[in-house]
Each structure stands twice: as structure tokens, then as C-alpha cells.
């Protein structure tokens, strides 16, 4: 399994952006699939996550309202739409897959695939 992000970029508080994580390799469409970020000098913190199906959909509360994670699985992708972004907001994005089958996890420790990773800058 590969997971490719992208979408990252500058943007100016108040703005948009829409991040891309593009899957390839088997059985994208049973795992839930979730979004994290990393800022610079702190540990990488959970921002969304959705289930196989997209029936579940669970968000950090400093995005909820202002994100919306959602997923394409006859495309394999996974998208993060973000709106009102804030200079908080800065961080590396990370795309990854659950590990069980059909799970729907909060911890970093339960993702067995990543992405490389897309940079969001929010100036002020």
C-alpha cells in the first residue's frame, strides 16, 4: 500500500485549501482512513478520521466545523477540505490508513500506512 498527499500549500488565515491523498494497492475501501499533522517542535496529533464506508466520521474538536474529511473509493483517494484556517493550522499533514479492517481509530499507533506527508502554512 502507497499513500501519496498532496494539496498542501500557502494559504492566508481565513482561507481554503483542499488536501489529496491518493491510494494505491489493495483494499483501500475496508479501512478507515485518517488525517493527522505534525507542527514543528510537537508530537503528530489525530485531525480526522473516516470510516470504510464514510457512514462514521470523527473530527479533533480545534477543526471540527471548519474541516470536513471525506473519501472517493472508487477512486481511492482520501480528501481533507479545510476552511477558516487558522495560523494553528500549520503543520505537516499526514494521510493514513487504519490498521484493522473496518476500523475506525484515534491513535497514531493503530495507522500502518502513511503518506510522506503535504506542508500547510497559514500566514496571518
Known amino acids: 500500500v502507497q499513500l501519496q498527499a498532496s494539496g498542501g500549500g500557502l494559504v492566508q488565515a481565513g482561507g481554503s485549501l483542499r488536501l489529496s491523498c491518493a491510494a494505491s494497492?489493495?483494499?483501500?475501501?475496508?479501512?478507515?482512513m485518517g488525517w493527522f499533522r505534525q507542527a514543528p517542535g510537537k508530537e503528530r496529533e489525530f485531525v480526522a478520521v473516516?470510516?470504510?464506508?464514510?457512514?462514521?466520521?470523527y473530527y479533533a474538536d480545534s477543526v471540527k466545523g471548519r474541516f470536513t474529511i471525506s473519501r472517493d473509493n472508487a477512486k481511492n483517494t482520501l480528501y481533507l477540505e479545510m476552511n477558516n484556517v487558522k495560523a494553528e493550522d500549520t503543520a505537516v499533514y499526514y494521510c493514513?490508513?487504519?490498521?484493522?479492517?473496518?476500523?475506525?481509530?484515534?491513535?497514531?499507533?493503530?495507522?500502518?500506512?502513511w503518506g510522506q506527508g503535504t506542508l500547510v502554512t497559514v500566514s496571518s
Open positions: 493514513a490508513r487504519e490498521g484493522s479492517l473496518y476500523g475506525l481509530g484515534l491513535k497514531t499507533e493503530l495507522y500502518d500506512y
Open positions: 473516516i470510516s470504510w464506508s464514510g457512514a462514521s466520521i
Open positions: 494497492g489493495r483494499a483501500f475501501s475496508q479501512h478507515g
